[in-house]
């Protein structure tokens, strides 16, 4: 099977709505994810890239968050509940290169207040499926080799671990980040489909809620 470009069509779950993300998302998601927290483990360059205002994210955005024919970034949000339509992260399938069948899902990161709630999974479920029901055959995942919760998520996801590329990025502090890699078959999406699945019918009919 050739792959093939997505469509930027939005994607809904049992729980979650994804739509493509735009500039006009960056103020919403900035209340989301713009927290400390959520830089710590290495995303956006690690804590040192963490923006100062709305104003610093909106510059940080728009350079980071992968924008073009080779990418597909979307914004998540929650589709049921009290806080059904708020925004509670972000998550891209870039570096689409559809000759050799390859693509990586990353650039994500989640409002802590969802962290161990459906929401990645649900969220890993749409966009894995997106890729693979497009022909892609291989879809990398990476993390900041010391990011151990991110590395513990992709882990459970059924992704297999490939190995470490060392000094493989700068972070915004200057000091090197060596990334671990992971990876999805198209042979092996199905388990990892099948597990996916599970999770999400697992949670049940529970909401999302996001506590003061």
């Known amino acids: 099977m050739t792959a093939t470009l997505p469509e930027t069509d939005v994607l809904v779950g049992r729980h979650l709505r994804l739509t493509p993300l735009t500039p006009a998302d960056f103020a919403e998601l900035h209340a989301a994810i713009g927290r400390p927290e959520v830089f710590a483990g290495g995303y956006g360059g690690g804590p040192a890239g963490l923006p100062a205002d709305l104003e610093g994210f909106e510059r940080f955005a728009a350079r980071y968050y992968r924008f073009g024919d080779d990418a597909r970034p979307w914004a998540i949000r929650l589709a049921t509940g009290p806080d059904a339509g708020r925004l509670v992260g972000t998550s891209t399938l870039g570096d689409l290169d559809l000759p050799n069948e390859g693509a990586h899902l990353g650039w994500t990161a989640y409002d802590p207040r969802v962290w ?64 671990a890699m992971y990876s999805i078959l198209a042979a092996e999406w199905p388990g990892v489909r099948d597990g996916l699945d599970a999770r999400i019918a697992a949670w049940g009919d529970r909401e999302v809620r996001l506590e003061a």
Do not use: C, M, P, Y
């Open 116 to 179: 161990g709630t459906v929401v990645n999974a649900e969220a890993k479920r749409l966009l894995l499926g997106l890729a693979f029901d497009h022909g892609f055959e291989r879809v990398r995942i990476q993390a900041d080799a010391v990011n151990a919760r991110s590395r513990a998520a992709i882990a459970k996801l059924g992704a297999v671990f490939e190995g470490v590329l060392r000094h493989h990025l700068r972070r915004a502090d200057g000091s090197w980040r060596d990334t």
